[in-house]
């Protein structure tokens, strides 16, 4: 593969990237530009297919404008997951599409978890259906906005929309298929799954899953041309962001584990298939190229939960940009001790999926006093976020490793991985490389067009730091996490009298 090189392209919530590697895993050029969300109404969160596409394209060109375009082999898509991406007869977009982190449907989420169809769709697909998946959102948009529900002929995930883009072919990997109809065990979608949610329309309508490392098609003459590629290059499959993250960190073997704190935290364990043992925590997908599930225990609170607090205190720490603020804010927590003086936080700013499913949860501060400080209340937003993390290791019954892989934007900030490290009594292998996603994609890329297989591919020199418990400190935080347990549990009894309110206040406002 000498000379050869391999353009990623990673479609993220907020923001496109796109890069091209030499066969080593060197950036060569990379580009990014921003992912405009749409809020239309609170908890909504959409994206205008067409420019994302537009947006993607021209982050693409302009990589590829800062290489030698010639030695371009194969090209890698991968992107954010879930969410409803959903094309009519044409193949043009029904609508916006419906995100992830959307919460319109709460009700149906707490209507089927009442009425148990989300403990019986967890033996197909192990994993615990949110607001945010596919069929939750069709299932909506059939009672609210049934004309374009009538219109949808195909369903995409983000990547193969990007990709249909390129190739002008329908293709969709495991990953990304798992959630929420696909029988995990089967490897194929489960009808049951469809009944179940009452959203029988969508049968036949998503594409059939392949291996991330399969070809969808190959570049097309007239986007070659806008993005000064040659046609007919290979284009993979690719997979969920996450996937590729997991590809990019070279996790692939059961009982790897990978940590990623960006906007919103994730717990990763590779595991082998199994019988169903109960409803699960969290989500389950297939892995991108093994015949092996990764455990996805993804709580909503991550590196968002600094960003926030540090909105609210900009002008406090010297305002600028809100990743200065957010650095700021964290530099004052480091002078706090374990504990933050008595306060403590629960991180539900956009309520929870994982350990426990609640769209209504918020989140609160506890233990405030007159002499609580702005710093004091830093180190508990990011002594909340760890134990989140905690809980959700807790929860699952997996044994912590003595060992994990930490990646994210809060895998830069060594304070945040000293008490990560603390909270769950393991040492923390954090990098401060941020472009895992892309590297697993270039990867990934490269096996669809057979230049090398994933496993095999040699190590990239990447730079890493190793954050080991301290014997003292992590004793104290397990002192603390059991108040953070009976905080979540008091506030979870909590919680539905709050929402009761909140509708009568609703209700009030409406009629005045």
Not at 280 to 294: K, M, S
Not at 297 to 322: C, K, Q, Y
Not at 467 to 483: K, N, Q, T, V
Request: one cysteine or more.
């Amino acid at each position: 593969m000498s000379g050869v090189a391999l353009l990623a392209v990673d479609i993220g919530t907020t923001a496109i990237k796109a890069a091209v590697y030499s066969a080593d895993g060197r950036p060569l050029s990379v580009k990014t530009a921003p992912n405009r969300a749409l809020r239309p109404r609170p908890g909504w969160s959409e994206q205008d297919m067409d420019e994302v596409w537009r947006a993607a394209r021209a982050c693409i060109a302009r990589a590829v404008a800062g290489s030698d375009a010639a030695n371009i082999a194969a090209i890698g898509v991968c992107g954010q997951g879930d969410g409803l991406w959903a094309l009519d007869a044409d193949l043009r977009p029904v609508r916006n599409a419906v995100l992830w982190n959307d919460s319109r449907a709460d009700e149906l989420v707490l209507d089927w978890i009442q009425s148990g169809v989300s403990a019986r769709l967890s033996r197909i697909c192990r994993t615990s259906n949110w607001a945010g998946t596919a069929a939750t959102i069709f299932r909506w948009l059939k009672d609210n906005e049934p004309q374009a529900a009538q219109r949808v002929e195909r369903v995409l995930f983000c990547k193969d929309w990007i990709n249909l883009k390129l190739t002008g072919a329908l293709a969709t990997d495991f990953s990304d298929a798992s959630i929420p109809f696909l029988d995990l065990e089967a490897r194929v979608y489960a009808d049951e799954a469809f009944d179940l949610l009452d959203v029988a329309e969508l049968k036949g309508k998503l594409a059939k899953p392949r291996r991330a490392v399969d070809l969808a098609g190959s570049l097309s003459p007239g986007v070659a041309a806008e993005l000064g590629l040659r046609s007919g290059l290979p284009v993979a499959v690719g997979a969920i962001d996450l996937g590729a993250m997991m590809t990019g960190m070279r996790l692939a073997d059961a009982g790897d584990v990978g940590l990623i704190l960006g906007t919103t935290a994730m717990v990763n364990v590779v595991v082998a298939p199994a019988p169903f043992a109960g409803e699960p925590i969290g989500a389950t997908i297939c892995h991108p190229f093994e015949d092996r599930w990764i455990r996805v225990i993804a709580p909503l609170s991550g590196t968002s939960t600094l960003d926030w607090f540090a909105s609210l205190h900009r002008a406090s720490v010297g305002g600028g940009e809100p990743s200065e603020a957010a650095k700021r804010v964290s530099e004052l927590a480091r002078e706090v001790p374990p504990g933050a003086h008595g306060v403590s936080f629960l991180p539900f700013l956009a309520g929870e999926r994982a350990p426990f499913v609640a769209p209504q949860a918020t989140a609160s501060f506890s233990g405030l006093k007159a002499s609580s400080t702005l710093a004091d209340l830093a180190r508990a937003v990011m002594e909340g976020t760890a134990f989140s993390l905690r809980h959700c290791f807790e929860a699952t019954g997996i044994e912590r490793p003595e060992s994990t892989f930490l990646t994210g934007g809060g895998a830069r900030n060594r304070l945040w991985c000293d008490i990560l490290a603390n909270a769950l009594g393991a040492e923390i292998v954090a990098s401060d490389a941020s472009d895992h996603g892309l590297w697993g994609i270039a990867l990934i890329a490269a096996a669809a067009a057979g230049l090398g297989d994933v496993k095999t591919h040699p190590p990239r020199a990447e730079a890493t730091r190793k954050h080991a418990p301290e014997p003292r400190a992590a004793a104290a935080y397990d002192s603390l996490f059991e108040l953070y347990q009976q905080g979540v549990a008091a506030s979870q009894r909590a919680w539905p009298s709050q929402r009761a309110v909140e509708r009568r206040l609703e209700t009030i406002r409406g009629s005045s």
